[in-house]
């Protein structure tokens, strides 16, 4: 499974991906959803809306990927 997103700044937008690594849904006896947890593999970021062979790309994952967002060295789920 993948976890689409869209970050949006005053010119425009970006899309992406993450992977999700694992999941597990709560489910009581009457088959009501009750709880879950999903876990999300963050050196999975995809950008979508750049062609992989732009440096922008690269450089826009370098971004999201820095503290200034998602920190993912230190937080990889």
């Known amino acids: 499974s993948n976890i689409a997103w869209t970050g949006t700044k005053l010119t425009g937008r970006h899309t992406g991906t993450f992977a999700l690594k694992s999941g597990q849904l709560l489910v009581d006896g ?36 820095s503290a200034d967002f998602f920190e993912i060295e230190k937080f990889p789920e």
């Open 30 to 65: 009457s088959g009501q959803l009750t709880g879950g947890e999903f876990v999300i593999d963050m050196n999975s970021l995809k950008v979508t809306d750049i062609p992989d062979s732009d440096p922008s790309n690269a450089k826009l994952r370098g971004h999201l990927a």
